[in-house]
């Protein structure tokens, strides 16, 4: 059985919030799963994850594949990372000491604010239109 890590969509109309689970392939979006490893609300600012990261580790070592969207909330919870040091086969110390640094850089990283892009669509309408 080909099992995925993906999202099953929960809420209102208009207000979703999402359970991460892994579950047969096969099954529809918010079918039959296997087990609920976290929650995802994308309404929230920032937006909030959280993942058992036990269970999370044990369902990718078992070899179920994450949707787009999961690995990307795991990269971004930091399970992508520690999944690559354990398979590293670094103990328990250096795995810790690592993920520290990792969320040390991460939090550097969230601090500094962020420049945005001027759109090229809009300027270059602006352009023609004066033209």
Same mark, same amino acid.
């Given at each position: ?20 689970v ?54 971004s ?13 670094l103990?328990?110390?250096?795995? %810790?000491?690592?993920?520290? &640094?990792? *969320? +040390?850089? /991460?939090? !550097? =990283? %969230?601090?500094?604010?962020? &420049?945005? *892009? +001027?759109? /090229?669509? !809009? =300027? ?8």
């Amino acid at each position: 059985m080909a099992v995925k890590l993906r999202l099953r969509r929960m809420g209102k109309k208009k207000q979703p919030i999402y359970k991460i689970v892994a579950a047969d392939a096969r099954s529809p979006r918010d079918g039959k799963f296997l087990e609920a490893i976290g929650i995802y609300n994308p309404l929230t600012e920032p937006h909030s994850v959280d993942i058992n990261e036990d269970r999370a580790l044990y369902w990718l070592e078992a070899g179920a594949q994450p949707t787009e969207t999961v690995r990307s909330l795991l990269r971004s919870q930091g399970i992508s990372h520690k999944r690559e040091l354990i398979k590293r086969k670094l103990s328990d110390d250096q795995v %810790a000491v690592e993920m520290d &640094k990792w *969320k +040390k850089m /991460k939090e !550097a =990283a %969230a601090s500094v604010p962020k &420049k945005r *892009k +001027k759109k /090229k669509g !809009a =300027a270059e309408e602006k352009g023609t239109a004066s033209a």
